[in-house]
């Protein structure tokens, strides 16, 4: 039972990543107007092939090549903010727990 719980909740937290990586795509396509709503991405329950979409093409294409470069590493700019933002987040909790330890010390 213990597996199973673990499952879901591996499962869950990659599915966030995901998510979390094509919002990135999204908000810059938004941002230089290829896009209507930065918060539909779709992200298939099997997580491959999920996509920043609807996006239009014909203005995408039409961008100065620094913002579709933007545009595609978006997704990598998010993970890299969403890491950082809970990193320091545990850095601010301080848990002493075996997995995060608040000093590094031998003991």
């Not at 997704?75 to 000093?103: C, E, H, Q, V």
């Amino acid at each position: 039972m213990k597996g199973l719980l673990y499952s879901i909740l591996g499962y869950a937290a990659l599915f966030a990543g995901v998510w979390l990586h094509e919002i990135g795509h999204s908000f810059w396509n938004f941002k230089f107007g290829c896009k209507e709503h930065w918060s539909q991405v779709q992200v298939k329950p099997y997580i491959f092939f999920s996509t920043p979409g609807p996006v239009n093409l014909e203005q995408y294409q039409a961008l100065a090549p620094w913002k579709r470069t933007l545009s595609a590493y978006g997704g990598i700019l998010a993970n890299l903010f969403w890491s950082l933002a809970s990193g320091g987040l545990i850095a601010a909790m301080k848990p002493d727990n075996g997995y995060f330890r608040s000093s590094y010390g031998c003991s």
